[in-house]
């Protein structure tokens, strides 16, 4: 099973950009589909973006325009890069990878605060 670490939170002032990564280890991330999620106190966990072995990405639509989710196999990395950030972004950031029936590793999380 692949190993994720997440990286790349922060704290940030609205408008601005982080680009969080998620490395993978124990096994080559390019078989697998990638999401990142987030979560926020007393929220449920969200969907914010996926990309598939192929390069199909797809957003839930609150982040569309706004963020970008590429993937570098080489690296074994997955990218979220995140612009135009609002204070309704702030969350634990957290990556998910599977290949068939659903997201089977996860990684710690990454905070991110936008600040006003």
């Known amino acids: 099973q692949v190993q994720l670490v997440e990286s790349g939170g922060g704290l940030v002032p609205a408008g601005g950009s982080l680009r969080l990564s998620c490395v993978a280890s124990?096994?080559?991330?390019?078989?697998?589909?990638v999401a990142w999620f987030r979560q926020s106190p007393g929220k449920e966990r969200e969907f914010v973006a996926n990309?598939?072995?192929?390069?199909?990405?797809i957003y839930v639509d609150s982040v569309k325009g706004r963020f970008i989710i590429s993937r570098d196999n080489a690296k074994n990395t997955v990218y979220l890069q995140m612009n135009s950030l609002k204070l309704e972004d702030t969350a634990l950031y957290s990556c998910?990878?599977?290949?068939?029936?659903?997201?089977?590793?996860w990684g710690q999380g990454t905070q991110v605060t936008v600040s006003s």
């Open positions: 998910g990878a599977g290949l068939g029936s659903g997201y089977t590793s």
């Open positions: 990309i598939g072995w192929n390069g199909v990405d």
């Open positions: 124990g096994r080559a991330v390019s078989g697998y589909y």
